[in-house]
């Protein structure tokens, strides 16, 4: 039997094994379990501002409020639910002092991120309601323009340090699913033609 098969696999093999430990890697220490996971602690340094951890009771409500100081800018927000189970739901409304709606969103995922874009300086207010029927844990997040963050700009930056070996490992996880996918199609069709090689004996 032709040993082109099994190799490939192999290597294939080796490939999502390799990917598997540059993510794990990558991953902070103190990260053991869904519970622990925080965007915030994650991506340290991306952020201009995050909020202290605020827990919602259901239909009760939370406020956040952040000041932009740059005019003609993207802001980028998130919220995460940081003890999120299926079924949590919140409701997010964002205007500012004057009463001005940035616009009405609904989260019912851990994680939401939207970006508005400032035309000047302003004062934002989000309102939470939690929709659900549990209380939930929330932050929120800030960063005014992401873009030309440095946490982005610098490769040095934690941000950095942990994307670019995330960027590796998921190269390397889907090349190692091709490799794994094409070595198995030829054990199976050397197989093949082993078994029509013997009946024509």
């Not at 951890?53 to 639910?81: K, R």
């Amino acid at each position: 039997m032709k040993k082109r098969g099994p190799i490939i696999t192999i290597s294939g093999i080796v490939l999502i094994v390799v990917s598997l430990s540059i993510a794990v890697s990558t991953v902070p220490s103190n990260v053991t379990g869904p519970d622990d996971f925080s965007v915030s602690s994650l991506f340290e340094g991306m952020f201009d501002e995050i909020s202290n951890e605020i827990q919602i009771m259901p239909d009760d409500s939370a406020h956040f409020s952040y000041t932009t100081y740059s005019s003609d800018v993207p802001l980028l927000w998130g919220i995460q639910i940081l003890d999120y189970q299926d079924g949590d739901k919140l409701s997010i409304i964002i205007s500012n002092i004057f009463g001005d709606s940035y616009g009405t969103f609904v989260q019912d995922e851990p994680i939401l991120f939207e970006v508005l874009q400032i035309s000047q300086s302003d004062t934002l207010n989000l309102e939470i309601q939690n929709l659900g029927e549990r209380s939930v844990t929330v932050v929120a997040m800030f960063s005014e323009d992401p873009e030309n963050s440095e946490s982005l700009t610098n490769p040095n930056s934690p941000v950095m340090n942990m994307v670019l070996p995330l960027m590796i490992s998921g190269f390397l996880l889907v090349l190692g699913i091709i490799v794994l996918i094409v070595g198995i199609i030829v054990i199976l069709v050397d197989l093949k033609n082993n078994l029509d090689n013997k009946r024509n004996y």
